[in-house]
Structure formats: C-alpha cells, structure tokens
Nanobody, 128 residues
Framework: HVQLVESGGGSVQPGGSLRLSCTAS????????????MAWFRQAPGTEREGVAA???????TYADSVRDRFTSVKDNPKNALYLQMNSLKPEDTAMYYC???????????????????WGQGTQVTVS
C-alpha cells in the first residue's frame, strides 16, 4: 500500500556529489500518517544488496560505516520523503540505489533488507 518514487541518480567523477530523492505515497489513506522507516540500499552487479542509510519518522537514523562521513540523509516527515546527499563519491559507490520503506511500524534493524516491505525501482549511480 506504499509506492516509492526515486530520482537523482546519474554519472559523476570521483570526488563529486549527487543527491537522491525518494518520495512515498500511501494508496491507503489510513496509513498516510503512520510511523515508518525509509532507507537507501545499493547493489552492484554480483554483490548482495547492502544498506546505506536509513531514517524513521520518530527521528532515529543510521548509516553504513562505509558512507558515514560522506553521505547525509534528511527525512522530511510531512512529505514522506527521504533524501540522500552523497559527497566525495568513490568508484566503489557505483551501484543501483534502491529506496525502501516499512510502514505502520518501526524496525530496529534499519539496514537489513528483509525488514522492508516496499521497494522502489532503483536509480543508477555511476562514479568514474
């Protein structure tokens, strides 16, 4: 009952920046203002999907160690959106980036893919 739309991927040189956006729309109005968590995951060819950053409507947030000093997430609760500012990008950041959400509850395992019920289509980030 939640649709996720991502934008903001692209190609950039090492050291550059990109900003990803994810907006959630609830198809069931009963859940629009429910507690929730949103996250960014990424997956490069031949690798497992890994959590990058996550934030919940109660203010809790976390980052993967590999991006902690370079990426910043901003949660906009009124807009049900999650933004990811990515600075000092490295070639190893190249991947498909997916937005995900769990709605109507929170989760303690913010960077665990299996915790998330709803997924966007993904947006490609290439650093070279």
């Amino acid at each position: 009952h939640v649709q996720l739309v991502e934008s903001g991927g692209g190609s950039v040189q090492p050291g550059g920046s990109l900003r990803l956006s994810c907006t959630a729309s609830c198809t069931d109005s009963r859940y629009t203002n429910s507690g929730h968590c949103m996250a960014w995951f990424r997956q490069a060819p031949g690798t497992e999907r890994e959590g990058v950053a996550a934030a919940c409507s109660n203010g809790r947030k976390t980052y993967a160690d590999s991006v902690r000093d370079r990426f910043t997430s901003v949660k906009d609760n009124p807009k049900n959106a999650l933004y990811l500012q990515m600075n000092s990008l490295k070639p190893e950041d190249t991947a498909m980036y997916y937005c995900a959400a769990v709605w109507g509850r929170w989760t303690a395992r913010l960077l665990e893919p299996s915790e998330y019920e709803f997924w966007g289509q993904g947006t490609q980030v290439t650093v070279s």
